[in-house]
């Protein structure tokens, strides 16, 4: 398996993009078990009267996923060899969070409540943001692979909540 990557390459394979996806699928789950207090938005509301973002997005979440994302590129680089990982991890974990922070934003505006549910939305807003940093670092995604990979993550993403949920981290399935 060729792991070694490099930013002027393309993302052939879903396994080299699930390898460069690392920092995002750390850094996307552990703001749930962190689960912080104090809200990114600091509970301030936009004209339409509600939240800019709600409580589900806080600033503890947001930094300790930065920190989990960027680990994961160092496992990543340690495993492969790949060096750039050590550098695009933070960015790649930042575009996550931002991603997810997106997918927030929309769903108060669209007035949908802080943990209600938006199918494809919540499963694939930190994806979009991870892909679009991973595209602006140089790297090239073909649209097959891109799918694919959306497909899976989706998928990863249902598994985990729906184990989070039986842990007892989560109040809701989704
Ligand atoms: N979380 C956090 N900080 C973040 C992201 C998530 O503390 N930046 C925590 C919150 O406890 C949140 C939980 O992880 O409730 C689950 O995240 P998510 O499903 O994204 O948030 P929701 O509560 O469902 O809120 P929203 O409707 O805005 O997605
Ligand atoms: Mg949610």
């Known amino acids: 398996m060729d ?5 002027d390459q393309s993302i052939d394979s879903v396994i080299e993009a699930l390898i460069l996806l690392a920092p995002a699928l750390f850094a996307n789950p552990t703001p ?3 689960k912080g ?10 004209p339409d009267g509600r ?3 709600g409580d589900g997005k806080t600033i503890e979440g947001f930094l300790a996923g930065l920190v989990a994302g960027s680990l994961a590129g160092l496992l990543v680089f340690l495993v492969t060899g790949n060096y750039h990982m050590v550098t695009h991890a933070p960015a790649i974990a930042l575009g996550a969070l931002l991603g ?4 927030s934003f929309l769903k ?5 409540e ?4 938006a199918p494809v939305l919540d499963q694939l807003d930190f994806y979009a943001g991870a892909l679009a940093v991973s595209i ?3 790297y090239k995604w073909d649209l097959e692979i891109t799918l694919l990979t959306a497909i899976i993550v989706g998928g990863l993403h249902i598994g985990a909540n729906v184990f989070a949920y039986l842990a007892g981290l989560k109040k809701v399935p989704w």
């Open 32 to 34: 749930v078990i962190v």
């Open 51 to 53: 939240r800019v973002l």
């Open 114 to 117: 802080r943990g209600r549910p």
């Open 136 to 138: 602006a670092l140089g």
């Open 37 to 46: 207090s104090k809200p990114i938005d600091m509970g301030a509301r936009m």
């Open 108 to 112: 108060r505006r669209i007035g949908i």
């Open 100 to 103: 997810d922070i997106a997918g």
């Open 3 to 7: 792991v070694s990557f490099h930013v």
